[in-house]
């Protein structure tokens, strides 16, 4: 069964606009299938969520058995079928337990691609056309195969995952009303509105 596995913060700019450390380890945390949609769905806000934050990010479709790779044995990326534009949704307030990132509808994804030169993968989102994120992969804190090595210690990476690898700086608050666009020259762009 594919699993959805996210990495916690990693790029440079990110971990400095909230005062971490440099050499800070990012925490590993699963989404459910469930939670999937696709261009033109609803993001739907749950009743007692305080407070909803969305992150653009690359998403990786894993296409073989992965545990316990080294870094340099992923360098060719070879170990990676396709790549998407993802957003991970974050639900917060004091009846948010553990389940802040994992409501349905809370990780919009777009169409798996090959990409010739994914180390040149630019991604961007706006909110009500307003764009909040920019980056590339170059900003990346951890690179591509060292996210699936590091992942890959901790759990079996299997055909058919997919691997949330992170959001530069500028995460944002969603509302009812809202439009959220993630968008990539790369990977396309996926469009949302915004539910109660």
Known sequence: MPKIIGIGPHYPAFLQSKGLPADFVPHLFLKPLSGVIGDDQAILIPEHAEKVM??????????????????????????????????????????VMGEGKIYDAFTPLGPFRKVENPQSIRIESYLNGERKQ??????????????LAYFSTILTLEEGDIVLTGTPAGPFEVRPGDRVEIRSEQLGKVCNSVQA
């Open 54 to 95: 969305a992150e653009v990010e690359i998403a990786v479709l894993v296409n073989r058995t992965l545990r316990n790779v080294g870094e340099e044995e992923l360098a060719d990326l070879s170990a990676i079928g396709g790549y998407a534009i993802a957003n991970d949704l974050t639900a917060f307030g004091p009846r």
């Open 134 to 147: 920019s980056a590339g992969t170059e900003d990346m804190g951890y690179s591509f195969s060292r996210i």
